[in-house]
């Protein structure tokens, strides 16, 4: 049981016109936890607006309303409250909405990086903010219901990696089991969050197995997509959907590596690891100011895609001796 402070309770009652925040390349967890929020908000009457500072892709059509993120009914507000958002960067051009309004509270669950940018500031380590959304839905006593709970459901699947990353445990599955009392299609959500894919977004993946190297032998995997791969196939690195998840697990390498060009001079690098052991997120850290998870980690390097991969390849030799 997750308890918010009081004076959080308080200044939300006491609130009548609620904006919402949500992140720059926004995710299940944040589009849908800003959406319960925002239906719980208007069970108690208010008037409450979404907003989200980057497209929002097809995918989420299955968050109920989505279509009335970024189309605001009201002018002004009395309370801003950011979810899933750690640091005031992650809020792309909304952070001047954001600082306009008098009174903010911040609910998010990444710690690394976390900034006290609002007047109220709740971060708990949990799986997903939708699992800090339940709890504070729980404390307004207000009534979950079908559309509330599909949008929960959405934020902790997506954090989760449906329920199969470490971060998963019995509180999500335990919330998890309250919301099935619902009725919301589970199966529908995880079929667009998890299986779904474009013509696109298949093409893409071909060129990324097409680029596969093997490195120290096959203990490192690394693929690459350019500028030019991302314009023969209409994306870019804000809508390949999680393209590096197509490297994960593949034959006896240890490490993965996706680096993807997102300007001439800039490579967004994207790391993977079979286990804790070959743990990517203090590698990332450590030679490239990156960051994430044991198990999955990013950062991101400038210069010409030749430095880049000779950088990465030598950090790694560095770190585990390993020999090309
Ligand atoms: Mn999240």
Redesign the pocket.
């Known amino acids: 049981m997750i308890k918010f402070p009081l004076e959080i309770i308080e200044t939300i009652k006491n609130s009548s016109s609620v904006a919402i925040f949500t992140h720059v390349k926004p ?1 299940g ?2 589009l849908g ?1 800003a959406m319960a929020l925002k239906l719980t908000l208007e069970k108690l009457g208010k008037k409450c607006d979404v907003f989200c500072p980057t497209q929002i892709s097809e995918d989420f059509k299955i968050i109920k309303n989505i279509a009335s993120f970024n189309c605001p009914k009201l002018k002004s507000y009395d309370l801003a409250i950011s979810v ?1 958002i750690p640091d005031r960067g992650r809020m792309g051009y909304d952070i001047s909405r954001f600082d306009s309004i008098s009174k903010s509270i911040k609910i ?3 710690l690394g990086g976390s900034e006290n940018f609002a007047t109220y500031n709740f971060s708990l380590p949990t799986a ?3 699992n800090l959304i339940y709890y504070l839905i729980l404390q307004l006593k207000v009534e979950i219901d079908d559309d509330i709970a599909s949008c929960l459901y959405t ?1 902790i699947a ?2 989760t990696g449906c329920f199969k990353h470490k971060n998963t445990t019995k509180e999500e599955h335990y919330i998890v089991s309250k919301l099935m009392e619902f009725n919301f299609d589970y199966n529908d959500i995880n079929y667009h969050m998890f299986v779904h894919k474009t013509m696109d977004q298949v093409n893409l993946i071909k060129i990324l197995y097409e680029n596969i190297k093997l490195h120290f032998g096959d203990k490192v995997l690394i693929s690459n997509i350019s500028l030019k791969d991302y314009e023969r196939t209409n994306l870019s690195t804000d809508n390949d959907k999680e393209l590096i998840q197509n490297l994960n697990g593949i034959g006896n390498s240890l490490i993965y590596v996706l680096i993807r060009q997102n300007t001439p001079n800039k490579f967004i690098v994207g790391f993977r690891s079979c286990s804790e052991k070959y743990d990517v997120a203090s590698f990332a850290q450590k030679y490239f100011g990156g960051g994430g998870h044991p198990m999955a980690a990013g950062c991101t390097i400038y210069g010409s895609y030749k430095l880049v991969i000779s950088k990465i390849l030598s950090a790694l030799k560095d770190e585990y001796g390993w020999i090309c």
């Open positions: 995710d967890d944040c936890s899933d998010d669950h990444h997903s903010t939708a934020g997506t954090d």
